[in-house]
């Protein structure tokens, strides 16, 4: 790959994904969700997904196994998110020929013998499997990497919520959010709200713009990607608000969430899919192991924002629903969802975000290691080497190393002993829950 310095910004990131480009080839190495399995249709309706510029139909077979076809029928490229599921696959409506989830073509049947030479046909298809509630897909080339066994998506369902956004905007610009400790303390900010406001969001509020707004920043490469430290004083004790966050090689991340209100041993992660290369979908997998999880309510405040194809109700033609009368409530004024926030921001930075405009500063720092991280993969992929953070090895998919913290330490505590002695503490093990709450 060419790193010519003339080059644009955006030209040497892996801003467009569609096939055959570089960007694309590198997201296509890693497993991706694209669909939770709760918004499955019960009836076993095909579903016709856009996915890294590709145009494809996920179904269930009438053994209840999940496909992933190319959308275009490989006779005459009928749109076969219109088939039928059964006898072992996927038929087009168009003249019947029958696919299963591995792209063979079963049956011609409008040909002699059902199609005698139907196995020269091979349906465009990839792998799926059900993860975390999710489907995840590989669209790669050769044998698929190791599932990575991330915290938040090896607990059982209890122990999770999950949801999904629509943004309109490329992925990227929504992914280097993630890796930017500085904006929740304004964009996110809210005003602590009345003693009887809900615990969870109060905590969120006094935790995370609290305190500094100008916290101390430092950034460690990890095998999966980076690990963000922020460091906000608490006054007048002196003593240090430390948060520990992730960034997840490509398109993921690891921060806080759940851990805020219930104590070390949460890790939220968000994966940025591609839906083309102006719009993408904003995975969130909500995680803690010592703790039910509010997911009714956790689910109503994600409904009053979005759809049920979780298509929000904000966008640019309504300014968002900005309430400028509300900005004394918090610094944006579009509600209390977190989420809400980073999509508005995000897609206001435009289609496809024009970083050759941009004057990075200090604090920039996570954003702009990431970046080289990613120049790296792309690198690294057009000289044949497997790019960071795939896992082909069982005994290195556990990730005690992913670690996500809101801790307040004293002034004198070392945070790197720490945070070493956090690695070392199985702090992801999870607690039986008393309850299960759906
Ligand atoms: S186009 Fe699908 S069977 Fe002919
Ligand atoms: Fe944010």
New binding site residues.
């Given amino acids: 790959m060419n790193l010519n310095m003339s080059q644009s910004l955006n030209a040497k990131l892996p801003v467009h994904t569609g096939p055959g480009t570089p960007g694309g080839d590198l997201l296509r190495r890693y497993w991706q969700p694209i669909m939770l399995v709760d918004d499955l249709p019960a009836a076993r309706d095909p579903v016709p997904l856009r996915i890294l510029g590709e145009d494809l139909v996920l179904f269930r077979d009438d053994r209840g196994r999940l496909g992933l076809l190319g959308r275009q029928?490989a006779?005459?490229?009928?749109d076969l998110s219109y088939g039928r599921v059964e006898n072992g696959g996927l038929r087009?409506v168009?003249?019947?020929?029958l696919f299963d989830i591995e792209g063979h073509c079963l049956e011609q049947p409008g040909e002699p013998g059902k199609g005698q030479h139907r196995d020269r046909v091979l349906q465009k298809a990839y792998p799926c499997q059900e993860r975390a509630g999710a489907v995840w897909t590989y669209m790669g080339p050769g044998e698929p990497p190791l599932f990575p066994d991330y915290p938040a998506l090896t607990a059982p369902d209890a122990y999770r919520f999950s949801a999904r956004w629509l943004s309109n905007c490329n992925w990227l610009q929504a992914s280097e959010g993630n890796v930017d400790p500085v904006h929740t303390s304004f964009l996110h900010a809210l005003e602590v709200p009345a003693a009887d406001a809900d615990p969870l969001r109060k905590a969120q509020a006094q935790e995370v713009f609290g305190s500094d707004v100008a916290p101390r920043l430092s950034v460690q490469e990890t095998r999966f990607g980076l690990r963000v430290i922020a460091e906000r004083r608490q006054q007048p004790e002196g003593r240090r608000l430390v948060r520990v966050t992730n960034f997840v090689m490509p398109n993921a991340c690891a921060i806080g969430g759940a851990e805020t209100p219930f104590g070390r041993g949460g890790a939220s992660m968000f994966w940025h899919v591609p839906i083309d290369d102006t719009s993408h979908w904003r995975f969130e997998f909500v995680f803690h192991s010592k703790a039910a999880l509010p997911r009714d309510r956790l689910r109503e405040a994600y409904r009053q924002e979005a759809d049920e194809r979780g298509v929000p109700w904000r966008n640019a033609s309504n300014r968002f629903g900005q309430r400028r009368d509300m900005l004394d409530r918090s610094f944006v004024g579009m509600g209390q969802t977190f989420p809400v926030h980073d999509l508005f921001v995000t897609e206001s930075q435009g289609e496809i975000h024009d970083r050759d405009n941009e004057h990075l500063v200090t604090s920039d720092v996570a954003i702009a290691r990431s970046r080289r991280q990613l120049m790296q993969a792309l690198q690294d992929l057009a000289e044949g080497r497997e790019p960071r953070g795939v896992v082909r090895e069982p005994a290195v998919n556990r990730f005690h190393d992913l670690l996500v913290l809101t801790e307040t330490l004293a002034h004198d505590s070392n945070v790197d002993e720490f945070l070493a002695e956090m690695e070392s503490a199985d702090i992801y093990a999870l607690r039986p829950l008393a309850e299960h709450p759906t």
């Fill in positions: 029928c006779h005459r490229c009928a087009c168009y003249h019947g020929w």
